[in-house]
Each structure stands twice: as structure tokens, then as C-alpha cells.
């Protein structure tokens, strides 16, 4: 008994030391319990930091006296939670840095401070409809999760280390993702990890009905995983993937000087089996070469294309990220540098066979915004900004319907490029279910950081919210195949120049989430609303 009343005591010293702080203090301490939730994430996976964070957030809430003041706490907390999920971005700026680095302090602090409007939005919003006791942790994770999904859609969306990642590691946690998707985890890890000190602080629980709110849900989602694992692992038949990862600089990838000696790095590659000797693809399939792999426009290279066809044997694919453009009808007339001024240049997917005749390619469709396309291009210009991608005017997204890509040999293929991982809706399809997912990427831009850690983390919860493997060929890492479960099978971390060969893995049964997508979500939020109004009419009754 004693203890247990050392515990809360304990515990609610610490909720009324943190809503006493007002001023510079109060928002300072928000910030620092948002930068440290932070170590939830890749490649730290300390996931039981948000035990401590999440409650700081609500004590805040409770504390607050007005939406007003309660949306500058959770400003302050989700800036510090942004920034330094996002302060990797800086890396891209210094690439050129003589035409870039002075927006570099713009960059690192503006985004995080924009994104935080969601959570400020939302922790006003959960004032205005605060509940007592476990009720207001319920309210806290629905109007956080909503908040998390608006911030995944709005202004295209940038969804990047929704909370729900914290329940992804290890691979038996990440099985959940089939089930719920990540905005259904980001509502069971707000409560998970919230309930268990606030309700402790509240007297409401002793600490081992605490350590229980908390451990038993993990348990049971690692224990679900578990059996999922479980099952055999299965492999195409007829298939073997070659993925090369030549590691260029990214302050090299496009220097004219430097385009021969790249071109020929990943013919070289291609040829060379996983212990360095050459094999000229013998047993090999299909190869992979990452994001923009050559620094050209390979379609309007007639030699290149001959020595990718002297590079595949009969039978033999290559798949390569590339650039491509589409000029305008009747531009045959004009001079060259007005048809290429006019033209519409795609970051694409380009599929050869073995004589280098392309027969399928993707189109990328959701572009990075001031990396790939400038918003309002003309008016920002004018100003003498420019998108940080190679080229001259924005990229033009692709077909919004996402056609799967179709190569003898291979399942249906759905192509997602660098950040379009990071949407759940990137890899769903209608009608023909992929059987496949294929991401190139060049991480390069952002060094070796904590960005490209977590980008690889999240494009893993995308094969298994799908229950389809993912093969990942990125140019400075991490390259991956990854199973319908998110088991790496073979990997190349982070600037390793080589190759890696694998069987492909078959493609899983479809997950819940696959087969019904965010209104498994939806479901979550009506029963956690059923179960609010619940507890608020048994509060006043």
C-alpha cells in the first residue's frame, strides 16, 4: 500500500510540476518532450520514451485554461517533435550550396513550424471538448490520429513519422500495420503509450494495473506478429533479382564530367554477381537500378540504349529509375533548346528488355514540392527560386489512376518512387492486386542521416500494411527485398557501392488493411468515440 502511494505521488508530482511552468518555461518544456519523442522513431527505436512524452502533452492540455493556450503548448510540442524528425532536410540544400545554403535555416525551421499547426489545431481541439480521467487520454489519441491523417492529405500531404511508426519495431509489432494501417496504429500508440503515467498520476490506477495499460496491448500485437511470422516463407518461381546500388555522390550525380564514368559504374555493376565477380547476369532475371540512375535522358540516347542492350543477355530486364519527357506535337520543327523548354519532363520508371526497347514504364505521380515541381512556378521564379532536382522547370506528375507496370516474368507491378512511399494510397490499386512493389530512390541528397533510416523503416510498413514484397534499389542505400511481412531478406546499408542478388519473394494473402484501407481507421475512431461518450455520461450521471 505504501508503495503504491509513493508511486502516484511521485507520478503526480511530476504532472503538477509540468502545469505549473508558464511562459518561456512552459514552451520550453514542450518542445523538449516533443524533440525527445523523437527517439521513438529509426534508427533509435526507443519507443518507450513516448511512456513519458505523450503524458507530458496531456498534462499540458490539462493545465491549459483556453483552446488558445492549449494549441500554443501543443505548437511548441510538435515543433520540437518536427524539427527533429525533419532537420536531416538541411542535408540537401549544401549539395549546391552555393545556390542553395541560404535557404537551408528557412527550410529546417519553416516546415516543422508549419507542420506543427496540426498538432496546435488539434490540441485546441481537444480542449474545447476535454473529458476527466481515462476519457481525456481517448480524447487525446482520436483528435491527435485525425489531426496525424489531415496532416498525411492536406497541401498534398507529408505524413512523414506518423506516431504510429513507434509500433513497427520489431517485425513482430510492424504485423499490425496489415490490420489497422498506420493511422489506426498512431491511434492504439497515442493511447498505449498516454494512459499508463496520466492515469497513474490520477490515482485511477495502481502501477501495475499502469504497467498492464501499457504492456498488455504491446504483448498482444507482438503476439499476433508472432504468428503471423510464422508461416513459410514462398519464392516466385523462375525469378532471380539483381539490385545495384553504385553509391554516387549526390555532389557528383550531375556534373557533366561525371556522366560517362556513372553510366559505365552501373553496367559494371549490373554484370558483377554479390562477391564482386563477374558473371554477365548468368541466372539472373531481372536488375534494378535506383532513382534518376543515369544523369540523362536515356530514351533520347541512342548509344546508351545499345550498350544496354549489349549489357542483358536474351530474356533479360532491366528496370531503372530515369528521366523522360514527352515533347509537344510538331516540336520536330522548332530548335532544339525551345522543344526541350516546351516538353514535359517525368521522373519515371522505365522498364527495357534485352534488345532496349522500353515496354513499360511508371510515371511518378506524387512529386516532392521545391524538390521536383515549384507551387505557383511563375510567381516563384520571378523571385529567382528554382526546384533543387536536376533540370530546368518542374517535373509533370503522372497518371493519378497509378497503372500497375506489366514485365514478362514479374507480377504486377506497382512502382512508387522516393517519398511516394511514405503514402499508404501510393501502393493501393483497383481492380488487379499488385504482387510487387518497386521502389527506387536516391537518398543521396540527405547524407548519412537519420532521413533515409527512417524513409527505408516506412517503406517497409508499406509491403506489410499490403501483405506485398518490396524490392528497393536506392543509390546511396539502403537497398532492400523486403517479404509481404517486412522481413529484410537481403539489404545494402547506407553508401555501400555493390549489388544484391535474391530470389523474389511471393506475394502474401491480402491484410485487412488491403482489403478495406483507412476504414479500418474509421471503425477505430467510432468505436474509441462510442467508447468517449461512454465514459462522459457515466462521468455525469
Known amino acids: 500500500m505504501a508503495t503504491a502511494i509513493a508511486n502516484f505521488a511521485r507520478a503526480a508530482q511530476l504532472r503538477d510540476c509540468i502545469a505549473s511552468q508558464t511562459g518561456w518555461r512552459r514552451a520550453?518544456?514542450?518542445?523538449?518532450?516533443?524533440?525527445?519523442?523523437?527517439?521513438?522513431?529509426?534508427?533509435?527505436?526507443?519507443?518507450?520514451?513516448?511512456?513519458?512524452?505523450?503524458?507530458?502533452?496531456?498534462?499540458?492540455?490539462?493545465?491549459?485554461?483556453?483552446?488558445?493556450?492549449?494549441?500554443?503548448?501543443?505548437?511548441?510540442?510538435?515543433?520540437?517533435?518536427?524539427?527533429?524528425?525533419?532537420?536531416?532536410?538541411?542535408?540537401?540544400?549544401l549539395v549546391e550550396a552555393d545556390k542553395f545554403a541560404w535557404l537551408l535555416p528557412f527550410a529546417i525551421t519553416l516546415l516543422p513550424a508549419g507542420l506543427a499547426l496540426f498538432w496546435a489545431w488539434a490540441a485546441a481541439l481537444m480542449r474545447r471538448f476535454w473529458l476527466s480521467g481515462f476519457a481525456r487520454v481517448l480524447v487525446f489519441a482520436i483528435v491527435l490520429s485525425i489531426a496525424e491523417w489531415l496532416r498525411g492529405h492536406i497541401f498534398t500531404g507529408l505524413p512523414w513519422n506518423v506516431p504510429g511508426y513507434a509500433l513497427t519495431a520489431p517485425v513482430e509489432l510492424m504485423q499490425s500495420a496489415g490490420v489497422f494501417g498506420i493511422y489506426g496504429l498512431t491511434l492504439i500508440a497515442s493511447i498505449v503509450f498516454a494512459g499508463p503515467l496520466v492515469l497513474l498520476a490520477d490515482a485511477q490506477s495502481s502501477w501495475r494495473q499502469a504497467l498492464a495499460l501499457g504492456a498488455l496491448p504491446i504483448a498482444a500485437l507482438w503476439g499476433y506478429g508472432a504468428v503471423v511470422l510464422s508461416a513459410p516463407q514462398a519464392f516466385v518461381d523462375g525469378v532471380k533479382i539483381r539490385i545495384v546500388q553504385p553509391s554516387v555522390l549526390q555532389t557528383e550525380k550531375w556534373r557533366p564530367e561525371h556522366q560517362?564514368?556513372?553510366?559505365?559504374?552501373?553496367?559494371?555493376?549490373?554484370?558483377?554477381?554479390?562477391?564482386?565477380?563477374?558473371?554477365?547476369?548468368?541466372?539472373?532475371?531481372?536488375?534494378?537500378?535506383?532513382?534518376?540512375?543515369?544523369?540523362?535522358?536515356?530514351?533520347?540516347?541512342?548509344?546508351?540504349?545499345?550498350?544496354?542492350?549489349?549489357?542483358?543477355?536474351?530474356?533479360?530486364?532491366?528496370?531503372?529509375?530515369?528521366?523522360?519527357?514527352?515533347?509537344?506535337?510538331?516540336?520536330?520543327?522548332?530548335?532544339?533548346?525551345?522543344?526541350?523548354?516546351?516538353?514535359?519532363?517525368?521522373?519515371?520508371?522505365?522498364?527495357?528488355?534485352?534488345?532496349?526497347?522500353?515496354?513499360?514504364?511508371?510515371?511518378?505521380?506524387?512529386?516532392?514540392?521545391?524538390?521536383?515541381?515549384?507551387?505557383?512556378?511563375?510567381?516563384?521564379?520571378?523571385?529567382?527560386?528554382?526546384?533543387?532536382?536536376?533540370?530546368?522547370?518542374?517535373?509533370?506528375?503522372?497518371?493519378?489512376?497509378?497503372?500497375?507496370?506489366?514485365?514478362?516474368?514479374?507480377?504486377?507491378?506497382?512502382?512508387?518512387?522516393?517519398?511516394?512511399?511514405?503514402?499508404?494510397?501510393?501502393?493501393?490499386?483497383?481492380?488487379?492486386?499488385?504482387?510487387?512493389?518497386?521502389?527506387?530512390?536516391?537518398?543521396?541528397?540527405?547524407?548519412?542521416?537519420?532521413?533515409?533510416?527512417?524513409?527505408?523503416?516506412?517503406?517497409?510498413?508499406?509491403?506489410?500494411?499490403?501483405?506485398?514484397?518490396?524490392?528497393?534499389?536506392?543509390?546511396?542505400?539502403?537497398?532492400?527485398?523486403?517479404d509481404g511481412n517486412g522481413r529484410i531478406l537481403s539489404e545494402l546499408g547506407m553508401n555501400v557501392r555493390g549489388v544484391i542478388d535474391s530470389p523474389l519473394p511471393a506475394v502474401a494473402p491480402p491484410t485487412l488493411y488491403a482489403r478495406y484501407g483507412d476504414l479500418v481507421f474509421l471503425a477505430l475512431l467510432a468505436g474509441m468515440f462510442a467508447v468517449c461518450f461512454g465514459l462522459r455520461g457515466k462521468a455525469s450521471g
Open 28 to 93: 520550453a518544456l514542450a518542445c523538449v518532450a516533443g524533440s525527445a519523442s523523437v527517439l521513438a522513431f529509426a534508427p533509435f527505436y526507443a519507443s518507450p520514451i513516448l511512456f513519458l512524452t505523450f503524458p507530458v502533452f496531456i498534462w499540458l492540455i490539462d493545465s491549459s485554461r483556453t483552446p488558445k493556450a492549449a494549441a500554443v503548448s501543443g505548437w511548441w510540442f510538435a515543433f520540437g517533435y518536427f524539427f527533429f524528425n525533419l532537420v536531416w532536410i538541411g542535408e540537401a540544400f
Open 260 to 482: 560517362r564514368r556513372i553510366f559505365d559504374d552501373h553496367l559494371l555493376l549490373s554484370v558483377t554477381d554479390a562477391s564482386g565477380k563477374r558473371d554477365d547476369l548468368e541466372g539472373i532475371t531481372h536488375v534494378i537500378w535506383p532513382e534518376a540512375a543515369m544523369p540523362f535522358f536515356p530514351l533520347e540516347a541512342p548509344n546508351a540504349l545499345a550498350e544496354i542492350a549489349a549489357m542483358l543477355p536474351p530474356g533479360r530486364v532491366l528496370l531503372t529509375g530515369a528521366l523522360r519527357r514527352e515533347f509537344a506535337k510538331g516540336s520536330e520543327s522548332e530548335a532544339p533548346a525551345t522543344a526541350a523548354a516546351n516538353a514535359k519532363a517525368f521522373n519515371s520508371i522505365l522498364a527495357f528488355d534485352d534488345v532496349a526497347t522500353l515496354i513499360a514504364h511508371y510515371d511518378k505521380q506524387h512529386l516532392v514540392p521545391f524538390g521536383e515541381y515549384l507551387p505557383a512556378e511563375p510567381m516563384l521564379t520571378a523571385l529567382g527560386l528554382k526546384k533543387l532536382t536536376y533540370g530546368r522547370g518542374s517535373f509533370t506528375p503522372g497518371a493519378a489512376t497509378r497503372p500497375l507496370m506489366s514485365v514478362k516474368g514479374l507480377p504486377p507491378i506497382a512502382g512508387i518512387i522516393c517519398y511516394e512511399a511514405l503514402f499508404p494510397g501510393a501502393v493501393a490499386h483497383t481492380g488487379v492486386r499488385p504482387g510487387l512493389i518497386l521502389n527506387v530512390t536516391n537518398d543521396g541528397w540527405f547524407g548519412n542521416s537519420t532521413g533515409p533510416r527512417q524513409h527505408f523503416q516506412q517503406t517497409r510498413v508499406r509491403a506489410v500494411e499490403q501483405g506485398i514484397p518490396l524490392l528497393r534499389a536506392a543509390n546511396n542505400g539502403i537497398s532492400a527485398v523486403v
